[in-house]
Nanobody, 119 residues
């Protein structure tokens, strides 16, 4: 079982920036598809960005141009740089690792980190 741990959340003013980190266990991190999801108060959890082993990325329209996902395979870590934050970005942010083991697909989730955007 791959373990996933997020860090870096906090309180930030509108227009500010934060960088989230997600560390995943396992010797095959470079083969994982990593993603960031978020759950805003009263809403379902939605995917906002993913990064594939070949560094191909996807972004939800709501964060495109403001958020950047990246990975450091040497550190088993994926990052989410969030710029120009808005109050509607307030949510619990979850990291997800999608991987294969013996031809079976698995998902591992972190416990989440709170991001609050408020003045």
């Amino acid at each position: 079982q791959v373990q996933v741990v997020e860090s870096g959340g906090g309180l930030v003013q509108p227009g500010g920036s934060l960088r989230l980190s997600c560390a995943a266990s396992g010797s095959r991190f470079r083969t994982y598809v990593m993603g960031w999801h978020r759950r805003a108060p009263g809403k379902q959890r939605d995917v906002i960005t993913t990064i594939a082993p070949d560094n191909t990325t996807t972004y939800a329209d709501s964060v495109k141009g403001r958020f950047t996902i990246s990975r450091d395979n040497a550190k088993n870590t994926v990052y989410l740089q969030m710029n120009n934050l808005k109050p509607e970005d307030t949510a619990v942010y979850y990291c997800n690792a999608e991987y294969y083991w013996r031809s079976m697909k698995y998902d591992s989730w972190g416990r989440g980190t709170q991001v609050t955007v408020s003045s």
